[in-house]
């Protein structure tokens, strides 16, 4: 299956499945379209896209949900929501990111681990070029609600597996948030035992533009995506 047994350590990744909008022209993000984006006044510079004629949803091709109104912290315990990411840049060379991976993953989750064990040199590589990652984690080790201390652990490395702590070489410098109450993360994902991780990649106007559940996804799949 997919995900491990809650506190089984790294596993293996098997099934899942990966859909995408346009099989044929995978990697084509679109550029951002201002007008498509709530930046008023009111809503300051990081407006989050509205829902356009199609709505919200969980499907490619559909637009993702804000996650406003739920509650979603970082490993400081500040709030936070989607619309951070759509924020103007204030480093390198897009105004905008281009594109979110949004990874949602918990700690007792096998290839969870292994994924996030190779998002570092692939976020070096995209971040730059306007592509953000984002990982939401809903549980930890023991499926218990994530803690800010757990959540400054898996950030930093200090993992949890066969029964004490060991160094796994990895320092994130992406955003990690956490999902304490299994509220914004219960919309995408309904299954956590057999649907764990998902990962959902929206381009700068919030745009489902391809998801892989149930599985470790593959650096060389995102880097067709993103390229």
């Known amino acids: 299956s997919g995900a491990s047994a809650p506190g089984t350590?790294?596993?293996?990744?098997?099934?899942?499945?990966?859909?995408d909008d346009d099989p044929d022209s995978q990697s084509m993000l679109d550029p951002l379209d201002?007008?498509?984006?709530?930046?008023?006044?009111?809503?300051?510079?990081?407006?989050?896209?509205?829902?356009g004629a199609g709505g919200y949803g969980t499907d490619v091709g559909t637009r993702l949900d804000d996650s406003a109104g739920f509650?979603?912290?970082?490993?400081?315990?500040?709030?936070?929501?989607?619309?951070?990411f759509l924020c103007e840049r204030t480093e390198g060379e897009n105004d905008f990111n281009r594109g979110v991976l949004i990874n949602?993953?918990?700690?007792?989750c096998g290839?969870?681990?292994?994924?996030?064990?190779?998002?570092?040199?692939?976020?070096?590589?995209?971040?730059?070029?306007?592509?953000?990652?984002v990982q939401v984690l809903f549980q930890d080790w023991d499926a218990q609600a994530p803690t800010k201390s757990f959540c400054e652990d898996w950030s930093t490395g200090q993992w949890i597996a066969n029964g004490g702590s060991q160094d796994v070489g990895v320092d994130l410098r992406y955003p990690v948030v956490l999902d304490q109450v299994f509220d914004w993360t219960?919309?995408?994902?309904?299954?956590p035992?057999?649907?764990?991780?998902?990962?959902?990649?929206?381009?700068?106007?919030?745009?489902?533009?391809?998801?892989?559940e149930g599985q470790k996804v593959e650096m060389a799949t995102l880097?067709?995506?993103f390229d």
Not at 9 to 19: D, L, M, Q, R
Not at 104 to 108: E, L, Y
Not at 186 to 191: A, F, R
Request: net charge negative; glycine share 12%.
């Open 9 to 19: 350590g790294i596993g293996s990744s098997a099934g899942g499945s990966e859909t």
């Open 34 to 51: 201002p007008a498509l984006l709530d930046r008023s006044a009111a809503g300051g510079p990081c407006g989050y896209p509205s829902a």
């Open 71 to 84: 509650s979603l912290i970082d490993c400081d315990g500040e709030s936070i929501t989607l619309a951070d």
């Open 104 to 108: 949602i993953g918990a700690g007792w």
């Open 111 to 133: 290839p969870c681990q292994e994924e996030t064990l190779e998002f570092p040199e692939l976020y070096e590589e995209y971040h730059d070029q306007g592509i953000e990652f």
């Open 186 to 191: 219960s919309i995408y994902l309904q299954d």
């Open 193 to 212: 035992q057999s649907a764990t991780p998902v990962n959902i990649l929206i381009d700068a106007n919030g745009n489902i533009r391809w998801k892989s």
């Open 223 to 225: 880097r067709t995506q």
